[in-house]
């Protein structure tokens, strides 16, 4: 009846609400009622919480939010979607993508690398995060192991070569043809993206988005 339908948009978009407004209970609940009310957790990430995500960065990118109110509507983001995980794997729903995310060797930094890993996942990408100070082996190994796309940070100028090698190293492994790669952090900019061999440079989490779903040839 339309009546139903009413009452799942309503459902949806309590919980749309609930993550720009970084409201981590509500969210859950809201997430629950969905479930409950047979919604799909397809239609619930793809209605709800992605286009809830795409908001916060745009309101970001406007300068109405900062990085803390990005951060506690990530948190209210992660708490839809700790229930959803598991039943989209069983509903067999294939993620935007497979983004291996670290920070490169030497560089200690991962606030702007977690940010930019927890926006991509309310976009729908499936993340291996490997933390920071990651040697370049091991982005080779978790890119042979399956990925779209590798996102290498850097927030020190003297680790910025690191980047260079990381990309060089997917290159001999013959994984170059393979993934996409993207790069970001205070010292690099799109003349560094290009003179690496990167596919793109993304200045913000915001805009990481944005150059993963063009890389990844998703649409929003």
Do not use: W
């Not at 978009?13 to 919604?39: D, F, M, N, W």
């Amino acid at each position: 009846s339309p009546q139903e339908g009413d009452l799942m948009s309503e459902t949806l978009a309590k919980l749309k609400t609930a993550v720009i407004e970084g409201q981590a209970v509500p969210a859950k609940e809201a997430t629950e009622a969905a479930l409950a009310e047979g919604i799909p957790p397809g239609r619930i990430l793809m209605e709800a919480l992605v286009p809830a995500m795409d908001d916060v960065g745009n309101r970001y990118e406007c300068g109405e939010y900062f990085v803390p109110e990005m951060l506690i509507s990530v948190r209210a983001m992660k708490e839809g979607l700790k229930l959803l995980k598991p039943l989209l794997a069983e509903a067999d729903v294939q993620p935007a993508g497979r983004v291996v995310a670290g920070t490169v060797k030497g560089d200690l930094h991962d606030i702007g690398k977690n940010l930019v890993c927890m926006m991509l996942e309310g976009a729908g990408f499936d993340i291996v995060d490997l933390g920071c100070d990651v040697p370049v082996e091991k982005f080779v190994e978790a890119a042979k192991e399956g990925a779209d796309l590798v996102a290498l940070s850097a927030l020190l100028s003297t680790t910025m070569p690191n980047i260079k090698a990381t990309i060089e190293a997917l290159g001999e492994a013959g994984l170059r043809d393979k993934v996409k790669i993207m790069i970001g952090g205070a010292p690099v900019n799109d003349n560094v993206a290009q003179e690496y061999g990167a596919d793109g440079y993304a200045a913000d989490a915001s805009a990481a988005v944005a150059l993963a779903r063009n890389l990844a040839g998703v649409t929003a």
